[in-house]
């Protein structure tokens, strides 16, 4: 009983860590602005997903490594203490974001973005600054007529 009850706990703390890892993912890959349509998007989150679960019942069996590891560690090991012990979610939930994103994405690229002249989202053009305002001497300095 007491073993199920901190397998239980330990999953909750894999889907805590798994939408974390699903949102930085998310950030980090480019946006649909880009020219990347919603299929190859989907299928790739669809990809993360499908892999941070994996990834997720995998941290729960290294937890016993992986835990004192990172409490050991003089530094955390990569942006905080939790990425080390959540590795395996995160490195599967890109491998499945990959697996399944990047065949789509360059069937996609190949035969659609590759052949069609699509605008920048971004105006790259040089617009220059206006120049500064001159400099304004008075003609009369107040402390030379003895005003003070």
């Not at 998310?26 to 919603?38: F, I, K, Q, T, Y």
């Amino acid at each position: 009983m007491r073993r199920s009850a901190s397998l239980l706990l330990l999953g909750i703390l894999q889907s805590c860590a798994l939408h974390g890892t699903l949102d930085t993912l998310e950030m980090e890959s480019p946006p649909a602005e880009l020219g990347r349509p919603d299929y190859v998007r989907y299928a790739a989150r669809t990809g993360s997903w499908i892999g941070g679960v994996a990834g997720a019942v995998v941290s729960i069996g290294t937890w016993p490594v992986t835990y004192p590891v990172s409490q050991l560690a003089d530094e955390p090991l990569g942006y905080g203490k939790n990425e080390f012990i959540f590795f395996p979610t995160m490195l599967l939930a890109s491998t499945g974001h990959f697996i399944l994103g990047a065949p789509l994405d360059l069937v996609d690229w190949l035969f659609r973005r590759a052949w069609i002249d699509e605008p920048a989202p971004v105006d790259y053009e040089y617009t220059p600054q206006p120049p500064p305002a001159p400099l304004v001497v008075p003609d009369r300095v107040p402390a030379a007529e003895g005003k003070l």
